[in-house]
């Protein structure tokens, strides 16, 4: 699996999940981003997820952990606070 699709496997996964989730990082402007934070937003329930996604998953294909890590952080979002 090649780094420049990163954001379409992260964006597969969350096509899974009922919940209209959108990923603000990586961003489009950068999908081979090396920080292994990912952040995802749903503006219909005010919500964000975090997950930690080691860059070396992506290297190696290991599609399972990222989809469980991804998976684990959509079932424990928070509540988005406005400022």
């Known amino acids: 699996m ?8 992260i ?3 969350i ?7 959108i990923i603000m990082k990586p961003s489009r402007k950068n ?14 329930a005010q919500t964000r997820a975090t997950a ?4 070396v998953w992506f290297e190696n294909g290991d599609l399972q952990k990222i ?7 959509l079932r424990e979002p928070e ?3 406005e400022e």
Do not use: H, T, V
Not at 31 to 44: G, K, R, V, Y
């Open 2 to 9: 090649k780094l420049a699709n990163k954001r379409e496997m």
């Open 11 to 13: 964006q597969a996964i």
């Open 15 to 21: 096509d899974e999940d009922p919940e209209p989730w």
């Open 31 to 44: 999908p081979s981003d090396p920080d292994p934070i990912c952040i995802f937003e749903n503006p219909a």
């Open 52 to 55: 930690e996604i080691p860059l």
């Open 67 to 73: 989809k469980e890590a991804i998976q684990q952080s």
């Open 79 to 81: 509540l988005i606070l």
